[in-house]
């Protein structure tokens, strides 16, 4: 008779796994409403950001150049307005700030399809980037927003799992996104500035949202912590920018984060690279039949599956840690880019797809265990009354990585993985040269991810040398200390 106690331990794994989801129970109305809203908002700015260029050039006129540099342009005043949206969340509130960020992206999403739609209307690309410009502080506002609101709105037992769900739904926006795109364009057959009057759809959408789930501002807290715990979690002083500012100056662990966002950035920038430095790589390498959307796929499908499977498990480890691992994770995932497989005798469009796949499977990996816990960290070392302002710098990496790789990539590409290569004088494709071992390591574009990747990594062996530095008055979660 065989024996049925792994069959029992197996059962029990999986509902205790299931179980483990209860935690969110503990959330109410507000936060779901904020993830709703950050769904659809976050289907609608990744459409527009992954449109802007192309509506800029095909349907305005702009030249790629013109087109990249007003992107560039849009993605450094985001940055900018980091460091000053957290602070009129903590003053606005949870509920006015969101009201204000979606009436102000309504407004200009309108606007920019008004543009779009009349041809006759002069210099239409300049008063497109103008608007692009003038929707920076919303984007801004609108992701310091979600993540004030999601450790509002959750315990400290469930702010774990909260942080989670909250990247799952805005990477579900991120998928959604690019289907909402090809929708428009290839099955409506409808112009490129469509994508922006799908904005304008979500952000009435958020706005009732909005009106109907958020009614209350006030932390949320387990009636299973102590007294003493309840009492420090809903003390929350309402200041305006200018205190805030000078509060925040005076404080210790906002150099603590300056300096973690410094070592962290080489990281954030790699999945920039995913979107700027890849798709041509991989046409130049493999060839102009490369499966590059396919290949950009596996990012957001995997790291939707990954965290889903994740969740349950985010609040029985270190917050810092899993961050500094997972970080690492991602930035050793540059690695297989780095080796020449062609160089031992293997196919050039099998190599590279092969480690196309180990690197994008490596990256989701390191995004589902660290990316969420960057946040979850911000706001558990944020002063009270100041987690949007922290959450807003949190956010800096990201915005910095994405101003950087885009002003470097042309430089980048040109350097390592150019079109074409010059050998003995002549012009010569650039896979053709790699076919023939005509070009040494350091000209190969291997040298690129190689030079990147330990750029990353050096960041993240920083990060864990000053663990204990970076780690004070850190605010554990249960289970997570």
Not at 59 to 84: E, N, V
Not at 124 to 139: E, Q, T
Not at 217 to 235: G, R, T
Not at 243 to 259: K, N, S, T, Y
């Amino acid at each position: 008779m065989s024996d049925p106690a792994p069959r029992q331990t197996f059962s029990a794994a999986v509902l205790g796994y299931f179980r483990d989801f209860g935690v969110l129970r503990e959330t109410q109305a507000e936060y779901w409403g904020v993830q709703i809203v950050n769904f659809l908002d976050c289907t609608a700015y990744f459409a527009l950001l992954t449109i802007a260029a192309v509506f800029l050039s095909d349907d305005l006129g702009m030249t790629d150049k013109q087109a990249g540099y007003t992107i560039t342009a849009f993605t450094s005043a985001t940055s900018l307005m980091l460091l000053f949206s957290g602070m009129l969340t903590d003053w606005l509130g949870i509920r006015r700030g969101l009201v204000v960020t979606m009436w102000g992206s309504l407004v200009l999403r309108l606007a920019v399809v008004w543009v779009g739609l009349t041809p006759s209307l002069p210099h239409r690309g300049i008063i497109a980037g103008v608007l692009l410009f003038l929707m920076a502080p919303f984007m801004a506002a609108i992701q310091t927003i979600f993540q004030s609101a999601t450790n509002r709105y959750t315990t400290r037992r469930s702010r774990s799992a909260g942080f989670n769900l909250w990247y799952l739904f805005m990477n579900i926006g991120a998928a959604a996104a690019g289907f909402s795109i090809d929708i428009v364009r290839q099955w409506l057959h409808l112009p490129n500035v469509h994508i922006f009057t799908l904005g304008v759809v979500t952000a009435v959408l958020c706005l009732v949202v909005a009106q109907l789930m958020i009614k209350r501002e006030d932390q949320l807290v387990s009636p299973d912590d102590p007294p003493a715990a309840q009492a420090e979690e809903k003390q929350v002083v309402r200041q305006n920018p200018l205190q805030i500012w000078r509060g925040m100056i005076r404080e210790p662990a906002i150099w603590r984060l300056l300096v973690l966002i410094a070592l962290i950035v080489g990281v954030r920038a790699v999945y920039v690279y995913l979107y700027l430095l890849m798709p041509k790589y991989w046409l130049r390498t493999i060839g102009p039949d490369a499966a590059f959307g396919t290949l950009n796929a596996i990012n957001p499908i995997g790291i939707v599956i990954g965290l889903v499977i994740f969740i349950p498990f985010a609040n029985r480890f270190p917050i810092y840690r899993m961050l500094v691992y997972g970080a690492m994770i991602s930035s050793i995932a540059l690695v297989p880019m780095a080796v020449p497989w062609t160089a031992y005798g293997m196919d050039i469009g099998r190599a590279h797809y092969l480690m196309a796949l180990l690197c994008m499977i490596l990256v989701t990996i390191g995004e589902v265990v660290w990316s969420p816990k960057l946040y979850e960290f911000t706001a558990a070392i944020a002063p009270k009354g100041q987690e949007g302002t922290y959450l807003g710098l949190s956010l800096i990496p990201w915005f910095l990585a994405k101003t950087l790789v885009s002003a470097f990539s042309g430089h980048l590409l040109e350097r390592w993985s150019p079109e074409t290569v010059m050998v003995h004088g002549v012009a010569t494709p650039l896979q053709t040269a790699m076919v023939a071992h005509q070009l040494d390591y350091w000209h190969r574009p291997e040298a690129m991810w190689l030079v990147l990747g330990t750029y990353a990594l050096v960041g993240c062996i920083g990060a864990a040398f000053l663990e204990k530095w970076l780690t004070q008055g850190v605010k554990a979660s249960p289970g997570a200390a």
